[in-house]
């Protein structure tokens, strides 16, 4: 049986979704924070959220890099 | 009888592009990210460019599953001509009734009934099929599911804020994560084409193979890669709304946070089981995410009946498959006039579900309703949230109105 290849599997499900959501979340909350009117930085926190979007869109291509054999081979 | 089977190979690929363009874009469909008719031609899009990436997993499509080579049997056309008839009449009937059942299992289901038939239970591998399909069968739904369910629970989680002194709802702004739906879908999408269209690039290189008009061992030629890929897109393109509907709606309500959380899990799934060898369906996966987001969210209801309904369907996809493949195989066996009835048999099948399917028709117009419902119920939402802020300023106002009123004499009192 292939117990290793489906743990393997399911961990590496785990991390990378658990990855883009967190980033994800992460950016949509800053930009909440960031429409607040009495917010003091609004600038601050919405290049945050933007760092945020732009790390998830990382992890996405490093999936697409792994997946598409012409790169990663 | 070689271009007969091929022309029925190109039209599964077919019927797994349209079975399958819920996984990618029900979800969207339903937060209203993306426009149906947009969503599909998306899919479509990405299915071929996915098909072109990668020929990885054609290259060992039904290896283990029926005992081939030297030591085992010798996979005819006739064979994969009966398995292909089986697996697209399953197809067909999910379709009609709005399953997301997994095409790749018919297909499995029809070649292993076949094989049965036309050569002997010896045919099959057992621990193959235990390896490659029963197995994947019951964790590619939990494995998805339980991430769903853990990255919904986060994305909640992490947008939720209250006012720390009032406990009042600030905005979140989750509708945000309707964007990222468009990128997700598209992930999802693209993961199918590379993986699906090769079950058929496989299937077909199989086929020369046998035929002896292509060395073993070789991977699949160029056309068979375009031929395969296109009638993948064009079958996205068609839709299947009535599976759309089923994923997007039926199984529960979804909200654009979860939506994003489902298509997440989804895609890396699948990703990280055809890149790590442990092949899982793609509408497994899918349906799988979708409950599990369905329960992340709280007071979202996930509707069991249809839940076990697509659950009945999933058991009886390989089994179907593989009587309507088997009794194929014994009409094929009869010689030419068997192929000739079977042929017939099974194009006037898929025409009289065609036109039943008629009858009560589901396209991009009448998919999921929930798209303006969502659109009208979250203006009701701004509207009374807008009333209830009216209403509570006045109250406030009209309390520090009663409080300068009450200071007021206090002080002439002084």
Redesign the interface.
């Known amino acids: 049986?292939?117990w290793l290849?489906?743990l393997?599997?399911?961990g590496?499900?785990?991390a990378?979704?658990?990855t883009?959501?967190?980033l994800?979340?992460?950016?949509?909350?800053l930009?909440?924070?960031a429409?607040?009117a009495q917010q003091a930085s609004p600038g601050l926190k919405r290049s945050l959220a933007y760092i945020c979007f732009g790390l998830?869109?990382l992890a996405?291509l490093f999936?697409?890099y792994?997946?598409?054999?012409?790169f990663s081979s | 009888m070689v271009a007969l089977v091929i022309a029925l190979a190109l039209f599964f690929d077919f019927t797994n592009g349209f079975h399958d363009t819920a996984n990618a874009m029900a979800t969207p469909i339903a937060t209203g990210a993306i426009k149906p008719k947009t969503a599909v031609t998306l899919a479509a899009i990405l299915n071929l460019v996915g098909a072109f990436?990668?020929t990885?997993v054609a290259k060992t499509v039904s290896g283990g599953i029926i005992r081939e080579g030297s030591d085992g049997v010798q996979i005819t056309p006739d064979i994969i001509f009966a398995g292909l008839m089986g697996a697209i009449l399953w197809n067909m009937i999910t379709w009609l009734k709005g399953l997301p059942s997994s095409s790749s299992h018919a297909l499995f289901g029809g070649l292993i009934g076949a094989a049965i038939a036309g050569i002997g239970f010896n045919s099959i591998n057992l621990e193959g099929l235990m390896?490659k399909v029963i197995?994947p069968a019951i964790?590619a739904p939990l494995?998805?599911g339980?991430?769903?369910y853990?990255?919904t629970r986060?994305?909640y989680a992490?947008?939720s804020?209250h006012d720390p002194e009032t406990g009042s709802k600030?905005?979140?702004?989750?509708g945000?994560?309707r964007t990222?739906q468009i990128?997700?879908s598209s992930?999802v999408a693209?993961?199918h084409g590379?993986n699906d269209a090769q079950k058929t690039m496989g299937i077909i290189t199989l086929v020369l193979i046998a035929a002896g008009t292509q060395q073993p061992g070789s991977g699949p030629q160029f056309w068979v890669i375009a031929a395969c890929a296109f009638a993948i897109a064009i079958g996205t393109y068609a839709g299947g709304w009535r599976i759309i509907r089923t994923m997007g709606a039926g199984l529960t309500e979804v909200k654009p946070?979860q939506g994003?959380?489902a298509e997440?899990?989804t895609?890396?799934?699948i990703?990280?089981?055809?890149?790590?060898?442990?092949a899982?369906s793609t509408t497994q996966v899918a349906s799988g995410s979708v409950i599990g987001s369905g329960m992340g969210r709280k007071g979202t209801s996930v509707r069991w009946s249809m839940v076990g309904k697509i659950a009945l369907g999933w058991l009886f996809t390989l089994p179907a498959a593989g009587i309507v493949g088997a009794l194929t195989a014994l009409l094929v066996k009869t010689g030419v006039i068997g192929v000739l009835i079977a042929a017939v048999a099974g194009t006037a099948a898929v025409l009289f579900m065609f036109f039943y399917s008629r009858k009560s028709a589901v396209g991009h117009h009448n998919a999921i309703e929930v798209e303006e419902a969502g659109q009208a119920v979250r203006f009701a939402k701004k509207k009374a949230m807008a009333r209830a802020r009216a209403h509570a300023k006045a109250k406030a106002d009209a309390k520090a109105k009663n409080d300068a009123d009450a200071n007021t004499p206090k002080e002439t009192q002084r």
């Not at chain 1, 792994?66 to 012409?70: D, F, M, N, S, T």
Request: aromatic share 8%; with cysteine; glycine share 6%.
């Open positions: 049986m292939k290849e489906l393997t599997v399911a590496a499900t785990l990378a979704a658990v883009v959501v967190v994800y979340s992460l950016g949509v909350r930009t909440a924070i429409g607040d998830c869109s996405v999936g697409l792994l997946i598409i054999p012409y | 990436l990668s990885e390896q197995l964790f494995i998805a339980i991430v769903a853990v990255c986060l994305a992490l947008t804020r600030l905005t979140q702004k989750r945000g994560f990222g990128f997700t992930l693209l993961a590379t946070a994003f959380a997440t899990s895609a890396s799934a990703l990280a089981s055809s890149h790590l060898g442990f899982l």
